[in-house]
């Protein structure tokens, strides 16, 4: 832990969570956004399932810790929703069991303080003619069978479990599918999220943050930003008398 402290905001998930540091990943995009004024904590795992994240949610979300994440942002299902095997392995789980799983972690992290905010994103959208033609010689058959009805099946228990428990989520299934030619841009290996399909999840994250009524506020431009005071060290205005506080400038952002 390095100071001062700052709010911390945990990204917990699957693939979808664990890529989002890369190729113009939404993670990545947040740490940008939210630079100076909160620390983004990547807590994602390749191939999990929300079976597997019931069990180490102690080990990620101590109770006891001396500082709690203020926001969580959760992400399983696609893994989930994926076709069983026969063998009974694999990353499978079945819906019921799924709405039990979400629970529980929804629990479990509703208990780490008074100020933890929280929230689902449901599974995406997925590439079904590309990921029908994959061909692997590591990979049974049943690991490519995701489709995007079984996907949205898993997204509406997701969203259905949130309303029940107060908890924000964002239906990343139906974002996606407004967006013109998804199949083709948002995308990019038949399961992953492309830069385009992150910015659609950056942009919903910031209308939720934007619209709760949380106290403190945790979108980005309600924070306050770190060491923000004017200096006579920043650059020089073209008076050559004053200096410009630069500590908010935004011009290399693509998203503003």
């Known amino acids: 832990m390095v100071g001062p402290k700052r709010p911390h905001i945990v990204l917990f998930g699957s693939s979808i969570v664990q890529m989002s540091f890369s190729n113009d990943g939404w993670g990545a995009t947040l740490v940008d956004l939210y630079a100076r004024k909160a620390d983004i904590v990547l807590r994602g795992y390749n191939g999990w399932n929300s079976r597997r994240a019931v069990k180490i949610l102690d080990q990620i979300f101590p109770k006891d810790a001396a500082i709690q994440p203020s926001l969580i942002i959760a992400y399983f299902g696609c893994n989930d929703s994926m076709g069983p095997h026969s063998s009974g ?152 008398k004053t200096t410009l506080n630069t500590s908010d400038w935004t011009l290399h952002r693509e998203i503003q």
């Open 89 to 240: 392995l694999g990353p499978h789980v079945p819906l019921p069991e799924y709405i039990e799983n979400m629970r529980k972690i929804a629990t479990h992290l509703q208990g780490l303080s008074d100020t933890t905010r929280i929230i689902f994103l449901t599974c995406p959208l997925v590439d079904e003619v590309r990921l029908s033609c994959t061909n692997s010689s590591t990979l049974s058959e049943c690991c490519l069978v995701r489709t995007n009805e079984l996907c949205r099946i898993y997204s509406e228990a997701c969203i259905e479990l949130c309303n029940e428990m107060g908890i924000k989520v964002i239906d990343i299934w139906t974002a996606l599918r407004k967006q013109d030619d998804w199949l083709t841009y948002f995308i990019k290996d038949g399961i992953h999220l492309s830069g385009a399909g992150s910015k659609v999840v950056v942009a919903e994250i910031l209308k939720v943050l934007k619209e709760a009524e949380w106290k403190p506020s945790l979108h980005r431009k309600s924070m306050p930003t770190e060491f923000s005071e004017d200096s006579e060290y920043d650059v020089v205005s073209i008076d050559g």
